[in-house]
């Protein structure tokens, strides 16, 4: 198979991923932090390991580091304990479902509102026109996972300081794929997964907390540490990770970021990316939308349907991509593509140039 869907999952992990995982579930198998013996002992070093690497990686402090499921699980955890009664909030228009369903919810039980700049050509003044003087959080997905556009984060972090703004970076599509700046730890808040461009596997994902002892817990539960009080723990990150870690998937995470530090992941997905755009515009019946900056093109076809041609390349051609709306409406509809989607091809580090041409062969 020629994989083209890294945007939603980075395949086939990296055999070093795959050796860590298997290694702590064969010895490393304990609780971590609930417990004194080998095992558990094993299982918080792992934890430890990732935290610090995930930390470096950001320009952080590890503490600040919380782990969770998945980048939805993060933006829920960093929008729902920043969010109050009252709360004015800014997105943009090429959010996904993990951001806009929790704005709708909060909307709809009365606690906040919320407006929308756009994206395209988007600059700083152009942010600072939806800014009013109530507006106390922006939620941005820093990199679209539909067209791949990029937002300015340096923008979006001095509208963010001259106002006084809560920040919250959805990074799903931005982390693994960009060169990363030490400015990046001004935000508030960063949510990301660990099975995209970090090349983890499913069920990893972190947050990283600015302010954490500030906020007040998203779930409850047991945490290792302070059992005999009844309130969560003040300190993070144990304070926001009730209940036991996925050790295996974090110990992945780590591994994955350490293979893209290793490889030069990033550079060479660039010019994957680069690659992949020239070839694709060039595809007759075919019209790329957006201004990818990363290796994900979303393309709008004349006159087929993108679920069929998505079908026919995986049948016929043996090539994955990926078809429809993405999970991110709002995109769709400012791009004017709501009824159809879009027909989505998103590389990632063990693809080649050769790929990139068979599959705008098939295309065509």
């Given at each position: 198979m020629i994989y083209f869907d890294h945007a939603a999952t980075s395949?086939?992990?990296?055999?070093?991923?795959?050796?860590?995982?298997?290694d702590c579930i064969r010895n490393c198998g304990g609780n971590p932090g609930r417990g004194g013996h080998r095992l558990s002992l094993c299982a918080s070093?792992?934890?430890?390991?990732?935290?610090q690497e995930l930390a470096d990686l950001l320009f952080v402090k590890a503490e600040q580091i919380v782990f969770a499921q998945n980048a939805t699980m993060a933006l829920n955890l960093a929008i729902r304990t920043r969010a109050r009664k009252g709360s004015r909030i800014l997105i943009s228009d090429q959010e996904h479902n993990a951001t806009l369903r929790v704005i709708y919810a909060l909307k709809d039980s009365g606690?906040?509102?919320?407006?929308?700049?756009?994206?395209?050509?988007c600059e700083e003044d152009l942010i600072e026109r939806f800014v009013y003087p109530d507006t106390d959080i922006l939620v941005c997905n820093l990199t679209s996972n539909v067209t791949g556009n990029t937002l300015p984060l340096s923008a979006l972090l001095s509208v963010a300081r001259r106002h006084g703004i809560y920040l919250i970076i959805d990074a799903s599509q931005w982390l693994g794929h960009h060169p990363i700046p030490r400015e990046i730890g001004e935000a508030d808040a960063i949510c990301a997964p660990g099975h995209k461009g970090l090349y983890g596997i499913q069920g990893s994902g972190f947050v990283y907390l600015k302010n954490a002892e500030a906020l007040p817990p998203f779930i409850y539960g047991g945490s290792g540490v302070e059992s005999d009080k009844r309130e969560m723990p003040h300190r993070a990150p144990e304070r926001f990770e009730a209940g036991t870690l996925n050790a295996c998937g974090i110990v992945g995470l780590c591994e994955g970021i350490k293979f893209i530090k290793r490889e030069g992941a990033i550079e060479k997905e660039r010019e994957l990316a680069d690659f992949l755009v020239s070839q694709m515009s060039c595809v007759k019946g075919a019209k790329l939308i957006g201004n990818p900056s990363v290796g994900v093109v979303g393309l709008s076809l004349y006159n087929h349907d993108c679920v069929d041609v998505a079908t026919r390349l995986d049948r016929e051609y043996n090539?994955?991509?990926?078809?429809?709306l993405h999970c991110a409406p709002m995109a769709h509809r400012t791009l004017g593509t709501i009824s159809g989607g879009l027909l989505r091809f998103s590389t990632g580090f063990f693809n080649t140039k050769e790929d990139i041409s068979s599959a705008a062969f098939a295309l065509e």
């Open positions: 395949f086939p992990k990296p055999l070093c991923v795959l050796d860590a995982v298997n070093e792992t934890v430890y390991n990732a935290r606690l906040i509102t919320y407006d929308i700049f756009p994206s395209l050509g090539i994955a991509t990926r078809a429809g």
